[in-house]
């Protein structure tokens, strides 16, 4: 399996918590920087949060600053999310993918090796 795997979704009510893990598992993530983007059923891919190589450097879309936070952990070949206060409007399917594009890039066209995705429901 050539792509990262998420794992980490699931139910939750609003205002509550998850943590998203993604796995290298056969994508390299070592010396690229890296991103999680959600997309929402019948709505285009939506960034979310990148991270340096290095892990010194975020940056968010400004719908989730405050509330989530990226991470990684290069001896593991992991990177997660945390997110907070979640709110019913982020019910979506959640990816990790690996950034090819400059740092600060947020398009979809710029970020490649894709996981299959981790659902997050959040009810109100």
């Known amino acids: 399996q050539v792509q990262p795997v998420e794992s980490g979704g699931g139910q939750v009510q609003a205002g509550g918590s998850l943590t998203l893990s993604c796995a290298a598992s056969?994508?390299?993530?070592?010396?690229?920087?890296m991103g999680w983007f959600r997309q929402a059923p019948g709505k285009e891919g939506e960034f979310v949060a990148a991270?340096?190589?290095?892990?010194?450097?975020?940056y968010y879309a400004d719908s989730v600053k405050g509330r989530f936070t990226i991470s990684r952990d290069n001896a593991k070949n992991m990177m997660y999310m945390q997110m907070n206060h979640l709110k019913p409007e982020e019910t979506a399917l959640y990816y990790c993918?690996?950034?090819?594009?400059?740092?600060?890039?947020?398009?979809?066209?710029?970020?490649?090796?894709w996981g299959q995705g981790a659902q997050v429901t959040v009810s109100s």
């Open positions: 991270i340096r190589w290095s892990g010194s450097g975020t």
């Open positions: 993918a690996r950034q090819w594009g400059p740092w600060g890039s947020r398009g979809t066209n710029e970020f490649d090796c």
């Open positions: 056969g994508c390299t993530f070592m010396h690229y920087n």
